[in-house]
Nanobody, 124 residues
Framework: VQLQASGGGLVQAGGSLRLSCVASGRTFSNYVMAWFRQTPGKVRELVAAISRSGGIHYADSVKGRFTISRDNAKNTVYLQMNSLKPEDTATYYC???????????????????WGQGTLVTVSS
């Protein structure tokens, strides 16, 4: 499977962005899909993840501001980001855990397929 992420950009604090990740190559709906983010020198951290049945996990830092969703018919997972803060500035990656359909794991090591990353910059 290949993942293609898009939607990043420059936005002012308090603004919104929607990231998209399109999967191609095999059945998308069977697996946990996630968004991670990374800043230079730091470990890639889980932002949000969604299971095949719609179970969702959010990092505490984004709860109430970000929403993850998936459209299995379009092989696409989204991350709606509202009330953005400068500390949300990072490169965002979508990822697939092909060994799990329901259980969500937070470690980036669990995920075996990654998109290319899309940069989100939030100015103060």
């Amino acid at each position: 499977v290949q993942l293609q992420a898009s939607g990043g950009g420059l936005v002012q604090a308090g603004g919104s962005l929607r990231l998209s990740c399109v999967a191609s190559g095999r059945t998308f709906s069977n697996y946990v899909m996630a968004w991670f983010r990374q800043t230079p020198g730091k470990v890639r951290e889980l932002v949000a993840a969604i299971s095949r049945s719609g179970g969702i996990h959010y990092a505490d830092s984004v709860k109430g501001r970000f929403t993850i969703s998936r459209d299995n018919a379009k092989n696409t997972v989204y991350l709606q980001m509202n009330s953005l803060k400068p500390e949300d500035t990072a490169t965002y990656y979508c990822a697939e855990d092909s060994d799990s359909g329901e259980t969500i794991y937070s470690s980036h090591r669990r995920y075996d397929t990654w998109g290319q990353g899309t940069l989100v910059t939030v100015s103060s």
